[in-house]
């Protein structure tokens, strides 16, 4: 029998490693988005995902080595130039193996910019939790979370922000991570 919960500890500690002061993105950052999170929103593509979910819609995201290394000192100033956004949403890929330099870029928009934080994972709240580390130090940086893979037997579009039924989008405490709500 297939141990999913052992699968997921393994490819959430297969981190990508780039050189300090860099994030791998699989996409220009976006402003004004509607669709990832409430309110307007700035966007970040992060590169490389190990969970390759049948039916991802975005599987040239999951090469480890493809996308564009950026600087994050640049993605900082480029976010900073956004006007009028309620917030950053992580997007994937798979935030959650780059969790350093999203927890950076986190802290920054939060600090700086007054801004919320969001993410997307493939991984479950749990397995976050559970692995500890730079991902949990990521995780507690967020306003909320968006968990769990793509599975295409319980797609649904008429959930919010979500792309099938297991997936949940989870309202954070900062700082702990807590749940304080979940829909
Ligand atoms: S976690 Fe997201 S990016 Fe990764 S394979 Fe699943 S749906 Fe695609």
């Known amino acids: 029998m297939v141990d999913w919960h052992k699968i997921s500890l393994e490819k959430i500690a297969r981190e990508l490693e780039t050189p300090k002061g860099y994030i791998r993105v699989s996409a220009p950052l976006e402003h004004d988005n509607i669709v990832n999170g409430d309110g307007l929103r700035a966007v970040l593509w992060t590169q490389g995902c190990p969970n390759h979910c049948p039916g991802c819609q975005n599987p040239e995201t999951w090469d480890y080595e493809a996308g564009i290394l ?54 479950t709240y749990e397995i976050i939790m559970e692995h500890g580390g730079n991902a949990l130090k990521f995780l507690k940086s967020l306003d909320a979370l968006i968990d769990g893979p793509f599975i295409l037997s319980q797609r649904d579009l008429s959930l919010r922000f979500r792309g099938s039924k297991n997936q949940r989008l989870l309202h954070l405490k900062y700082g702990t991570g807590e749940i304080l709500s979940a829909e």
Do not use: H
């Open 70 to 123: 950026r600087k994050i000192d640049d993605i900082k100033k480029e976010l900073a130039s956004f006007r009028g956004q309620a917030g950053l949403t992580f997007c994937g890929g798979e935030p959650f193996v780059q969790p350093e330099a999203c927890k950076e870029i986190a802290d920054f928009v939060r600090k700086e910019l007054g801004w919320n934080v969001w993410s997307f994972s493939g991984f």
